[in-house]
């Protein structure tokens, strides 16, 4: 199979968001190696993509850190557990494309549209201020819609975490 | 004239640019690298303005709600060593910065890099000790809070004046309480659950029985700690035997770490002359949340029989935990706060060190109020939907403490804090007045203060409390004689082994009895059973060996005697009585050799030196003898 982030990259431009052949949905995963709550979810976004990867979703990593190298992002990914396929986005163009504002922040996209953007789940309420666990569990519900044939209307939440920074 | 004054306007635009060297980097510098940095616990370095630029939305997005730098006490309600509260001036420095495009500046502007000092923060310790066996926190999951055991190896007592906590996994560890177990009444419990250590959010630890040995010093650490060494004359002591327990709050990081603290103690030559107290204001036992309150209060009060210095100060409470609020009323009846944090945070909580000590004349009452928010609405939560919540030392159980670090102020010959202590007991009858723990200590105090008659009552009603516990047969076993009551006290002994019969201290306190009334076989079995099983206590080989030897079992109270010697070896009484065993033996030669010992140990021993000459005048007669 060839690795979405490729697929992804083809398009001229800003990355178009394609659902590959046959797939229901794409979900961009904005994480930063240096962001103590995104490397917090590492074992729920994991999660995630072992449940929806085999029931047609496709997951992709994305790390908006300027400066982060090839090498040093796979390191990360095999320190967090993560086999989920992962890209650099130094020049944001990922983060443009989705929206996105902060790390960790999911983005839903089906059939080139976006459907969902904001947080994981309700685990953090603010920065620095958390529930035992989660108890809304945005994505997921997203992600069990689409495998159930039902394509959720357009929603939105705050995600918590670092901020993505502007570019220079 | 217009050219002028567009020249007036532009050059103070100029002069408000807010640039990393000038106006950012003395804040990063002072607030954020001395945790932002290699080695430390925050998650990345702010060293440089190439670090600040990498983060510099997310260092406003975190200053403007006052999450960093962590400063959780109001502003005003206490004066605190080493601060890390920002101004709101410099919050707007920051937020600034980044909105003109965080640009860098002139380098001529640029202060001095932060020095920081690497490894152990003074130098080398005098001992170090390492936790057994590493532990493995899960990736993921609510937070941990264990404790490990860690034995100190000890050949003599030492004072501590500083103790340093290398986590040696900074990102995972985020505060840590170093608690003292004299009696190592914590060690059966390490790795009860197959994994080292034990879980619990607070330990607590049986004190040295008889002993008046309060806890004297916070040895709290959590990340960017600054180590500030006691004066000498503040030191603690350290006895052999005694076991460190480490009660560390882990925080999951996303992937598994692995973590071996190591502790680092420096010592001090200087037995302590001034000796702080801490001072628990709480009432656990009105704990009683019901599910859904957003309100519940808990308050305590302590009126202070002696004048103190406050040095520091430590509120805990759990996750439930909302509002936390300490304060003195002067006699004259003005109100000085000592601390308020209106939003409370377990994960911040620390010790606060008072800038200056506060005084507090004798007559002040100081005062704590803890709220509690037990409903859905308080995020932090642990049970969703919320559950009646009652005092303990799980995550879901609350507490509501908040300790003093004081210094009482002599008055009179006596240790000022027997008087603090006995107001703390007194109100603690006060809140409990059915419990054990208040009636035992106030025998303990007064059998310190040589009021044996009281401490026996006090004694009997914390047995009445509590009848198996065997220690407090033993306290009052000890009252009993000091009253001369000893059948009694040897009943009370029976009773205490009774229960526990491994109970090394009372039996041989019902030995040390026994022998005193002459009952040499039955001090005898004792002694005899407490060596079998403590082979190592030289004071129990001694008496033993003492006892054989009025029961004229010579060849029996050698080994003993010997034993003490070994065991001893700078006590020249041992060495003069081991002599002394050693001639009725006829064994002159080595005998000669033992007085030579306890006379190598103290020249002014009078009996060492003229058993001396005694056996060396009989050597010299057998020498002839058999020439």
Same mark, same amino acid.
């Given at each position: 199979?060839?690795?979405?982030?490729?697929?992804?990259?083809?398009?001229?431009?800003?990355?178009?968001?394609?659902?590959?052949?046959?797939?229901?949905?794409?979900?961009?995963?904005?994480?930063?190696?240096?962001?103590?709550?995104?490397?917090?979810?590492?074992?729920?976004?994991?999660?995630?993509?072992?449940?929806?990867?085999?029931?047609?979703?496709?997951?992709?990593?994305?790390?908006?850190?300027?400066?982060?190298?090839?090498?040093?992002?796979?390191?990360?990914?095999?320190?967090?557990?993560?086999?989920?396929?992962?890209?650099?986005?130094?020049?944001?163009?990922?983060?443009?494309?989705?929206?996105?504002?902060?790390?960790?922040?999911?983005?839903?996209?089906?059939?080139?549209?976006?459907?969902?953007?904001?947080?994981?789940?309700?685990?953090?309420?603010?920065?620095?201020?958390?529930?035992?666990?989660?108890?809304?569990?945005?994505?997921?519900?997203?992600?069990?819609?689409?495998?159930?044939?039902?394509?959720?209307?357009?929603?939105?939440?705050?995600?918590?975490?670092?901020?993505?920074?502007?570019?220079? | 004239?217009?050219?002028?004054?567009?020249?007036?306007?532009?050059?103070?635009?100029?002069?408000?640019?807010?640039?990393?060297?000038?106006?950012?980097?003395?804040?990063?510098?002072?607030?954020?690298?001395?945790?932002?940095?290699?080695?430390?616990?925050?998650?990345?370095?702010?060293?440089?303005?190439?670090?600040?630029?990498?983060?510099?939305?997310?260092?406003?997005? #975190?200053?403007?709600?006052?999450?960093?730098?962590?400063?959780?006490?109001?502003?005003?309600?206490?004066?605190?060593?080493?601060?890390?509260?920002?101004?709101?001036?410099?919050?707007?420095?920051?937020?600034?910065?980044?909105?003109?495009?965080?640009?860098?500046?002139?380098?001529?502007?640029?202060?001095?890099?932060?020095?920081?000092?690497?490894?152990?923060?003074?130098?080398?310790?005098?001992?170090?000790?390492?936790?057994?066996?590493?532990?493995?926190?899960?990736?993921?999951?609510?937070?941990?809070?264990?404790?490990?055991?860690?034995?100190?190896?000890?050949?003599?007592?030492?004072?501590?004046?500083?103790?340093?906590?290398?986590?040696?996994?900074?990102?995972?560890?985020?505060?840590?309480?170093?608690?003292?177990?004299?009696?190592?009444?914590?060690?059966?419990?390490?790795?009860?659950?197959?994994?080292?250590?034990?879980?619990?959010?607070?330990?607590?630890?049986?004190?040295?029985?008889?002993?008046?040995?309060?806890?004297?010093?916070?040895?709290?650490?959590?990340?960017?700690?600054?180590?500030?060494?006691?004066?000498?004359?503040?030191?603690?002591?350290?006895?052999?035997?005694?076991?460190?327990?480490?009660?560390?709050?882990?925080?999951?990081?996303?992937?598994?770490?692995?973590?071996?603290? @190591?502790?680092?103690?420096?010592?001090?030559?200087?037995?302590?002359?001034?000796?702080?107290?801490?001072?628990?204001?709480?009432?656990?036992?009105?704990?009683?949340?019901?599910?859904?309150?957003?309100?519940?209060?808990?308050?305590?009060?302590?009126?202070?029989?002696?004048?103190?210095?406050?040095?520091?100060? $430590?509120?805990?409470?759990?996750?439930?935990?909302?509002?936390?609020?300490?304060?003195?009323?002067?006699?004259?009846?003005?109100?000085?706060?000592?601390?308020?944090?209106?939003?409370?945070?377990?994960?911040?909580?620390? @010790?606060?060190?008072?800038?200056?000590?506060?005084?507090?004349?004798?007559?002040?009452?100081?005062?704590?109020?803890?709220? $509690?928010?037990?409903?859905?609405?308080?995020?932090?939560?642990?049970?969703?939907?919320?559950?009646?919540?009652?005092?303990?030392?799980?995550?879901?159980?609350?507490?509501?403490?908040?300790?003093?670090?004081?210094?009482?102020?002599?008055?009179?010959?006596?240790?000022?804090?027997?008087?603090?202590?006995?107001?703390?007991?007194?109100?603690?009858?006060?809140?409990?007045?059915?419990?054990?723990?208040?009636?035992?200590?106030?025998?303990?105090?007064?059998?310190?203060?040589?009021?044996?008659?009281?401490?026996?009552?006090?004694?009997?009603?914390?047995?009445?409390?509590?009848?198996?516990?065997?220690?407090?047969?033993?306290?009052?076993?000890?009252?009993?004689?000091?009253?001369?009551?000893?059948?009694?006290?040897?009943?009370?002994?029976?009773?205490?082994?009774?229960?526990?019969?491994?109970?090394?201290?009372?039996?041989?306190?019902?030995?040390?009895?026994?022998?005193?009334?002459?009952?040499?076989?039955?001090?005898?079995?004792?002694?005899?059973?407490?060596?079998?099983?403590?082979?190592?206590?030289?004071?129990?080989?001694?008496?033993?060996?003492?006892?054989?030897?009025?029961?004229?079992?010579?060849?029996?109270?050698?080994?003993?005697?010997?034993?003490?010697?070994?065991?001893?070896?700078?006590?020249?009484?041992?060495?003069?009585?081991?002599?002394?065993?050693?001639?009725?033996?006829?064994?002159?030669?080595?005998?000669?050799?033992?007085?030579?010992?306890?006379?190598?140990?103290?020249?002014?021993? #009078?009996?060492?030196?003229?058993?001396?000459?005694?056996?060396?005048?009989?050597?010299?007669?057998?020498?002839?003898?058999?020439?």
């Amino acid at each position: 199979m060839i690795p979405l982030a490729l697929l992804l990259m083809a398009a001229a431009g800003s990355p178009g968001i394609l659902t590959p052949h046959g797939e229901k949905a794409v979900v961009l995963l904005f994480i930063r190696s240096d962001c103590p709550i995104s490397n917090r979810y590492a074992p729920e976004l994991e999660r995630l993509y072992r449940e929806y990867s085999p029931k047609g979703v496709d997951f992709l990593l994305v790390y908006p850190e300027t400066g982060l190298s090839e090498s040093a992002m796979r390191e990360h990914g095999r320190e967090y557990g993560y086999t989920i396929p992962a890209v650099l986005d130094p020049k944001h163009e990922y983060v443009q494309r989705a929206g996105a504002h902060v790390t960790p922040e999911a983005v839903v996209f089906v059939s080139g549209k976006v459907i969902y953007r904001g947080r994981i789940d309700d685990w953090y309420i603010d920065i620095g201020k958390s529930r035992q666990r989660a108890s809304e569990h945005d994505v997921a519900d997203v992600l069990a819609g689409i495998v159930a044939g039902r394509t959720p209307p357009f929603r939105e939440t705050q995600a918590v975490g670092c901020a993505i920074e502007t570019l220079l | 004239m217009r050219r002028a004054l567009v020249l007036l306007l532009a050059v103070p635009a100029l002069a408000q640019t807010v640039t990393f060297t000038k106006d950012i980097a003395p804040i990063v510098f002072h607030y954020c690298s001395p945790c932002h940095r290699p080695g430390e616990v925050a998650p990345f370095s702010l060293l440089n303005y190439s670090d600040a630029r990498k983060h510099a939305a997310q260092i406003v997005a #975190v200053t403007e709600r006052r999450y960093m730098p962590p400063w959780p006490p109001a502003p005003g309600s206490g004066d605190f060593a080493d601060e890390r509260r920002l101004t709101d001036a410099q919050l707007r420095t920051i937020a600034d910065w980044v909105r003109e495009g965080a640009p860098e500046g002139r380098p001529s502007d640029l202060p001095p890099a932060p020095h920081f000092t690497e490894g152990w923060q003074l130098g080398t310790p005098d001992l170090i000790v390492r936790m057994p066996r590493p532990y493995v926190v899960p990736a993921s999951g609510g937070d941990v809070f264990r404790n490990f055991v860690i034995p100190v190896d000890l050949k003599s007592v030492r004072y501590v004046r500083a103790v340093e906590l290398r986590p040696g996994n900074n990102r995972v560890v985020h505060h840590a309480n170093i608690v003292i177990d004299r009696a190592q009444s914590l060690r059966h419990r390490d790795g009860e659950d197959g994994q080292p250590g034990f879980p619990g959010m607070d330990v607590i630890t049986e004190g040295s029985p008889g002993a008046f040995d309060p806890d004297s010093h916070f040895l709290f650490w959590k990340p960017g700690t600054v180590l500030r060494p006691e004066p000498d004359d503040m030191s603690w002591r350290l006895d052999p035997g005694t076991d460190l327990v480490l009660n560390l709050h882990l925080q999951p990081t996303g992937k598994p770490e692995t973590l071996q603290p @190591v502790i680092g103690l420096w010592f001090t030559d200087r037995a302590p002359t001034r000796f702080p107290m801490l001072v628990q204001l709480e009432d656990d036992g009105a704990l009683d949340i019901p599910p859904g309150d957003h309100h519940f209060t808990v308050s305590d009060h302590l009126t202070l029989p002696v004048a103190v210095d406050v040095l520091a100060i $430590y509120p805990h409470a759990h996750y439930v935990g909302k509002r936390v609020e300490a304060w003195a009323t002067l006699p004259d009846g003005s109100r000085r706060s000592l601390i308020r944090i209106d939003d409370w945070d377990i994960n911040w909580q620390a @010790v606060y060190q008072y800038r200056k000590p506060v005084s507090l004349p004798k007559g002040t009452t100081v005062s704590m109020r803890i709220t $509690y928010d037990n409903s859905a609405d308080n995020p932090r939560n642990p049970s969703s939907p919320p559950i009646r919540v009652r005092g303990g030392n799980r995550s879901i159980d609350e507490m509501g403490h908040v300790w003093l670090q004081v210094l009482p102020k002599k008055d009179s010959d006596e240790d000022p804090r027997l008087d603090l202590q006995e107001a703390l007991m007194r109100r603690r009858l006060e809140k409990y007045p059915a419990d054990f723990l208040a009636h035992y200590n106030l025998g303990a105090l007064c059998f310190t203060r040589g009021k044996t008659a009281d401490a026996v009552r006090w004694y009997q009603e914390a047995l009445r409390v509590e009848p198996a516990n065997a220690t407090a047969r033993n306290s009052l076993a000890a009252a009993l004689l000091a009253e001369n009551r000893q059948d009694e006290a040897i009943a009370q002994l029976r009773e205490a082994l009774r229960i526990d019969p491994s109970y090394l201290n009372a039996r041989f306190n019902l030995a040390r009895v026994l022998g005193a009334r002459g009952d040499l076989a039955g001090a005898a079995a004792e002694y005899a059973a407490f060596v079998r099983e403590q082979p190592d206590d030289a004071d129990a080989q001694s008496a033993l060996g003492a006892i054989l030897l009025a029961q004229h079992r010579f060849d029996e109270a050698l080994p003993c005697f010997r034993a003490a010697a070994r065991l001893r070896p700078g006590d020249d009484g041992l060495q003069t009585n081991l002599g002394a065993l050693l001639a009725m033996h006829g064994d002159i030669a080595e005998a000669v050799a033992a007085f030579e010992r306890a006379l190598a140990i103290d020249p002014a021993n #009078v009996k060492a030196r003229a058993n001396l000459e005694r056996a060396r005048a009989q050597l010299a007669r057998s020498g002839s003898h058999s020439q």
